[in-house]
Every structure is written in C-alpha cells, then in structure tokens.
Nanobody, 124 residues
Framework: QVTLVESGGSLVQAGDSLRLSCVLS????????MAWFRQAPGKEREFVGA????????IEDFSARQRFTISRVNDVGTMYMQMVNLKPEDTAVYYC?????????????????WGQGTQVTVSS
C-alpha cells in the first residue's frame, strides 16, 4: 500500500521560507503524478500545485506561482515544495497527494493516496 508522509511545516514569520517534503513509500514513485493541497482554518481544502511524473508543473494562483516551486527527486521517492516570502494567508495544513493520472489535475477527487498533512503557520 502506498503511503505518503509530509514534513517541513513550522511556525515562521512573514517573509520567511520553508521547504516541505513528501515521501512516498510502498510504490514506485516515478509512476505517480503528485500534488500539493492546503486547508486553512475554516476553509475547504484547495489545490496548490502539482507535478506530473514527467516533470511538468502547475501552480494554482498568481501569488503562489511567484513564490512556490515544486520539484521531485525520483531516486529518493520525494516531492518538495519550496516556499519563499511566506504570508499569513499561507497558514494552513499542507497535504500531498498521489495518483496515476497521466496529466496534471487540480481536483482532489482523482488522487488515490494522501498524507496526513504538515502544519504551516505564518505570523505577521
């Protein structure tokens, strides 16, 4: 069974940087399309960005696109999201997800596997 474990979340100040990691085990990482979602307090979970197994990426909104970078290292079964210039509105639990989709996908319904989440808190 595929399992995903996120790490790297922390309490930081506005303007700081963080790198989140997502390790996939129990499967062949290079076969999976990966994504990051986040859920802020009192809000629904939302798509942040995705990286296909071929390396194509998509970041959802303009603000994040300027500040977030997604990457993956197949040899170690890990996806990363580098976040710079963090803002209080980035405060959320960040989840990674995996699926064998064949294309970049924003809908959480198509991802088969999810991590438990890692908390990112940005103070002003």
């Amino acid at each position: 069974q595929v399992t995903l474990v996120e790490s790297g979340g922390s309490l930081v100040q506005a303007g700081d940087s963080l790198r989140l990691s997502c390790v996939l085990s129990g499967g062949v990482f290079s076969k999976y399309d990966m994504a990051w979602f986040r859920q802020a307090p009192g809000k629904e979970r939302e798509f942040v960005g995705a990286m296909s197994k071929t390396g194509a990426t998509k970041i959802e909104d303009f603000s994040a696109r300027q500040r977030f970078t997604i990457s993956r290292v197949n040899d170690v079964g890990t996806m990363y999201m580098q976040m710079v210039n963090l803002k209080p509105e980035d405060t959320a639990v960040y989840y990674c997800a995996a699926g064998q989709l064949g294309y970049l996908q924003e809908s959480e319904d198509v991802y088969n596997f999810w991590g438990q989440g890692t908390q990112v808190t940005v103070s002003s």
